[in-house]
């Protein structure tokens, strides 16, 4: 039994990873290769673009082949040609991942082939029903503005094939009214089209919008608007190949200023203190509420003596500072510890060592500056 158990469970396991496996090619295939961040905007495109052309070269090979078969060589050499301009069009994407371009090798050859099979009828007089997946197609890939002035142009250019010079709709079979309710048909699907792509559109601004905000509420310090240890941790860990010195500041005896006065009061310092620190960086620096009192700040392009007077200068400047909030009055003092990352220093490293300078600094009377 338990011999036949292992047996199932290897199979089930062989079967699972090959539906993995045949799931991962796909995925390759429509992201032409590119599934490393299969939500952003280029990503998407690109895989509804080949979508697009894959399904093209669906269904315009083997109706350009059954074409040929029953000697239609004209419809089937259109066919054929469009079923080849997609497949390229394929490689061309999975080289350049330009979007854009590929884009247009999709919509204006099915505009020049819609336009054919109106106006020959296609196989069997069959031709019109084809044309109303033009206008989904077309807003998708050039948006509203240039996509309905190009439909537009398309139905324009439809009307004139339909009732000036062919599409003999009669010769197949079909009432003569079939042209107008064909083009009335045509412009209720763009019309469509146009509602649901304008309602995606704003759809998505917001959720770009909604994105953005979660993003600021995730990395930023909603009271003093600086970075928040994770904005913090995130910049210097993009720049880990760099070296900066890192200045770890705490307010002396915080806690009375909340307890004197109220932590409303308290709120007004730090956002107080936020800006004297930000107005006192240097163009390469920034700084975070580290947490509660305590901001950290990342200085480069600087040696030590130079991150060392840039720390001095923040804490006299708010040693100076006179605090005022609702007719409150009172001063406060900072105590700071420096250390670098560099590639000897990792960050984590360089944190663990300014906060042992800033123990010092606390230790050693307050007020001060420490550094390793």
């Known amino acids: 039994m338990t011999i036949d158990?292992?047996?199932?469970?290897?199979?089930?396991?062989?079967?699972?990873?090959?539906?993995?496996?045949?799931?991962?090619?796909?995925?390759?295939?429509?992201?032409?290769g590119v599934t490393d961040n299969i939500?952003?905007?280029?990503?998407?495109?690109?895989?509804?673009?080949?979508?697009?052309?894959?399904?093209?070269v669906l269904f315009t090979l083997p109706l350009g082949i059954l074409s040929l078969y029953r000697d239609d060589i004209t419809l089937g050499a259109a066919l054929l040609f469009v079923a080849f301009l997609y497949a390229m069009n394929h490689v061309y994407l999975r080289y350049t991942h330009n979007y854009s371009i590929s884009g247009n090798f999709v919509i204006y050859p099915l505009y020049a082939l819609m336009i054919y099979l109106i106006y020959t009828g296609g196989s069997n007089g069959t031709g019109h029903v084809w044309i109303f997946c033009v206008p989904a197609v077309s807003l998708f890939l050039h948006g509203m503005k240039r996509g309905l002035i190009e439909l537009g142009i398309f139905t324009s250019v439809l009307i004139f094939v339909m009732f000036f010079i062919g599409s003999d709709f009669a010769k197949f079979g079909y009432h003569d009214a079939l042209k107008s309710r064909v083009l009335f048909s045509f412009l209720v699907v763009v019309f469509l089209s146009a509602i649901y792509e304008y309602s995606m559109s704003r759809f998505n601004q917001e959720l770009k919008e909604t994105s953005t905000k979660l993003k600021l509420v995730a990395y930023i310090d909603s009271l003093t608007g600086l970075l928040n240890r994770r904005g913090m941790l995130q910049r210097l860990e993009e720049n880990a190949d760099e070296?900066?010195?890192?200045?770890?500041?705490?307010?002396?005896?915080?806690?009375?200023v909340n307890d004197e006065y109220g932590h409303d009061v308290g709120d007004y310092a730090l956002k107080e203190l936020a800006d004297i620190i930000q107005s006192s960086l240097p163009v390469d620096g920034f700084a975070s509420r580290w947490g509660g009192e305590e901001f950290l700040i990342a200085v480069g392009d600087c040696d030590k003596p130079e991150a060392y007077s840039l720390a001095e200068r923040i804490r006299t400047q708010i040693e100076a500072h006179r605090f005022t909030y609702q007719g409150n009055v009172f001063h406060i003092t900072l105590s700071l510890g420096i250390a670098t990352m560099n590639e000897s220093t990792s960050l984590r490293g360089a944190i663990t060592i300014a906060d042992n300078c800033l123990y010092s600094a606390k230790h050693g009377g307050r007020n001060q500056t420490r550094q390793n």
Request: glycine content about 4%.
């Open 39 to 56: 939500f952003s905007e280029d990503i998407r495109r690109v895989f509804i673009i080949n979508f697009f052309g894959s399904v093209g």
């Open 5 to 32: 158990s292992d047996k199932n469970n290897l199979k089930a396991t062989a079967e699972k990873n090959k539906g993995i496996q045949t799931r991962s090619s796909l995925l390759a295939f429509f992201y032409v």
């Open 243 to 256: 070296y900066f010195h890192l200045l770890l500041a705490d307010v002396d005896f915080f806690k009375r």
